[in-house]
Antibody, heavy 122, light 107 residues
Framework: QVKLVESGGGLVQPGRSLRLSCEAS????????MHWVRQAPGRGLEWITS????????FYADSVKGRFTISRDNSKNTVSLQMNSLRVEDTAVYYC???????????????WGQGTLVAVSS | DIQMTQSPSSLSASVGDRVTITCRAS??????LNWYQQKPGRAPKLLIY???SLQSGVPSRFSGSASGTDFTLTISSLQPEDFATYYC?????????FGGGTKVEIK
């Protein structure tokens, strides 16, 4: 069965960087697009970025564009989120999620990880 | 960016009730509308994709419909395990925005 496990969350000061990883198993990782979605405490879901199966297509929300970078290593079944210049408002649970399409042509999220908490505070 | 307006933001219902949740897009999104269920402390779960398609393993009491830029999630007979928060999401074009959520509570 599909399994997605996020790691790398923690407490970080404003302006610093953090790198999240999501390890996938149970499916042919290299064939599917992947996404990151976040949820601030007590708030709704916010889509933040997507990456096609081969890394050729990337999409970002305006709230993270220029600060966050999504990447993948298909040899390690891993998708990563490099987060730079972190702000207090980036505090959230970060979920990675699988897309059933290759080039994000569907865009919906059919499997999710359990999430990892990022807290940005001085 | 496409805005998704979800209503109501919360509702109270009893087991066995028929429940409808609505999502309105700020512009045409064809049928690129999906519904998710989230329970406290858990990751969201896909229920409906492309407006009307039921995700594998999801009970048939859940259904989706569309009319122009208005989309509806219907639970035909609410069960105890259905008390949760529901979100719509458009995937017509990036950014793939979510609605604000509807919390379904026990009456």
């Amino acid at each position: 069965q599909v399994k997605l496990v996020e790691s790398g969350g923690g407490l970080v000061q404003p302006g610093r960087s953090l790198r999240l990883s999501c390890e996938a198993s149970g499916f042919t990782f290299s064939s599917y697009a992947m996404h990151w979605v976040r949820q601030a405490p007590g708030r709704g879901l916010e889509w933040i970025t997507s990456l096609s199966y081969d890394g050729s297509h990337k999409f970002y929300a305006d709230s993270v564009k220029g600060r966050f970078t999504i990447s993948r290593d298909n040899s390690k079944n891993t998708v990563s989120l490099q987060m730079n210049s972190l702000r207090v408002e980036d505090t959230a649970v970060y979920y990675c999620a699988k897309d059933p399409s290759r080039l994000v042509e569907y865009g919906f999220l059919d499997s999710w990880g359990q999430g990892t908490l990022v807290a940005v505070s001085s | 960016d496409i805005q998704m307006t979800q209503s109501p933001s919360s509702l109270s219902a009893s087991v066995g009730d028929r429940v409808t949740i609505t999502c309105r897009a700020s512009q045409s999104i064809s049928d690129y509308l999906n519904w998710y269920q989230q329970k406290p402390g858990r990751a969201p779960k896909l229920l409906i994709y492309t407006a009307t398609s039921l995700q594998s393993g999801v009970p048939s009491r859940f259904s989706g419909s569309a009319s122009g830029t208005d989309f509806t999630l219907t639970i035909s007979s609410l069960q105890p395990e259905d008390f949760a928060t529901y979100y719509c999401q458009q995937t017509d074009s990036a950014p793939f925005t979510f609605g604000g959520g509807t919390k379904v509570e026990i009456k």
